[in-house]
């Protein structure tokens, strides 16, 4: 009697399904919480950094674009140029600047301040709290000449004292104005006493002290005296000294008077002045939004590629402390492709939740800053949208190669181990 033959059996092929997939790549990160924590964290970090300084910069670049709009947009500065470049050329114009300059720019449209000013030449001298005596502070300063409209232009704000007026102005008188750390320099407390400086030995009476100007700073390091009283002991503006004149206009018309203000001084030859308008705001916000832009950008990769390579670092550390998981798994009938996938989705999911709570941080950050500074927080929607979509990408790509290790890895190798 023959047997009946024997049926072969089939062995079916390994599966790994999602739930399967779910659950390992969860029991893997909670096996060891603090690792993942730790491994999580340079994801965090880079995340975090990257909506903060996105946010940061928005925030501030709407700052910067108000501060122009209320200064560097209402200035215009006219340079005597002396004939160059014009029809004239080789003629040398001493002063280009007509007598009543200040009047003729001031009757513009828009225009709420204007002065002309030139540093005097002093040829050395010294400017001194005393007429004589070793124990009189001697300064080497900058005398500046300027009409009363420079004063106005520049919007100063004094410590004491006042500003000369227009008859002050006008009459000549010599009167000088200081800034407050040249007060101090020159041994300077009070102008209650009426103090006087001496500047190449001719004596001027201090009626002022400036804390702060909104505009041409330098004025604050220098002395400021009128124009007629310079031009009366040591004459006008020359080829060595050339004179400029600072505008200060309404918000919007500083281009309108930087294209009348040329033809406004000098109608017969408006080559001898050159007009320097205020840059544009827009381009200006621009190119300041996008230089930071890209110097925070490269931060932020900076952050994200120590991040991703904190991930890679610890999650290979962690495949060399499963091998012999792995080849457990590995002789049960797991596939490469299962062990790959296994470790792409823990560090996949590592990465992920450093996105989700790095996002959460650079948030908080911007919005702290911005009630800090007393500003209004701008993060745009997007940024924040891809911040965990980031964090993935970051977690994935740095779990590439600690997964092909781990799928390299053969049975019999990993069980003798």
Not at 153 to 175: I, M, S, Y
Not at 261 to 280: F, N, T
Request: glycine fraction near 12%.
């Amino acid at each position: 009697m023959r047997s009946k033959p024997r049926r072969n059996r089939e062995i079916s092929p390994s599966t790994f399904t999602l739930a399967d997939l779910l659950s390992e790549s969860l029991a893997g990160v909670l096996q060891r919480p603090a690792r993942s924590a730790l491994t999580a964290l340079g994801t965090i970090l880079g995340v975090g950094t990257f909506v903060a300084i996105l946010g940061l910069t928005a925030t501030t670049s709407s700052q910067i674009d108000a501060r122009f709009n209320e200064l560097t947009a209402t200035e215009v500065t006219v340079e005597d140029t002396g004939g160059a470049g014009g029809p004239t050329k080789g003629i040398t114009i001493p002063n280009a600047f007509p007598p009543d300059a200040d009047a003729r720019v001031g009757a513009l449209n828009g225009v709420k301040a204007a002065g002309v000013y030139w540093t005097v030449p002093l040829g050395g001298a010294t400017v001194r709290s005393a007429p004589l005596g070793v124990d009189a502070p001697a300064q080497q300063l900058d005398v500046v000449a300027a009409s009363p409209g420079v004063l106005e232009a520049a919007g100063p704000q004094l410590k004491a004292g006042r500003t000369f007026d227009r008859f002050a102005g006008d009459r000549g008188e010599q009167v000088a104005i200081i800034g407050s750390g040249m007060a101090s320099r020159l041994g300077i407390t009070t102008l209650e006493t009426n103090p006087a400086i001496f500047i190449a030995g001719q004596p001027f009476t201090v009626i002022g002290i400036i804390e702060d100007v909104d505009r041409k700073a330098d004025l604050l390091l220098s002395v400021v005296i009128p124009s007629k009283a310079a031009e009366k002991i040591w004459g006008g503006p020359g080829p060595s000294n050339r004179a400029s004149m600072l505008i200060s206009t309404d918000l919007g018309a500083a281009t309108q008077v930087a294209g009348e203000a040329a033809l406004a001084l000098r109608p017969d030859h408006p080559e001898y002045l050159k007009v320097i308008p205020p840059p544009d705001p827009k381009a200006l916000r621009g190119n300041v939004t996008s230089d930071l832009n890209q110097l925070f950008l490269l931060l932020a990769t900076i952050c994200l590629v120590i991040g991703g390579v904190g991930i890679a670092n610890t999650t290979l550390v962690a495949v060399l402390e499963r091998t012999g998981e792995i080849g457990l798994r590995r002789a049960l009938g797991a596939r490469s492709r299962h062990i790959t996938v296994q470790f792409l989705a823990e560090s996949g999911a590592l990465g992920t939740l450093g996105g989700l709570v790095g996002t959460s941080l650079g948030t908080m950050t911007v919005v702290g800053v911005a009630i800090a500074r007393d500003w209004t927080p701008v993060i745009h929607l997007g940024t924040i949208a891809s911040a965990p979509a980031i964090g993935l990408l970051t977690g994935l790509f740095a779990g590439l190669y600690p997964a092909w290790r781990a799928a390299s890895i053969q049975p019999a190798e990993a069980l003798r181990r």
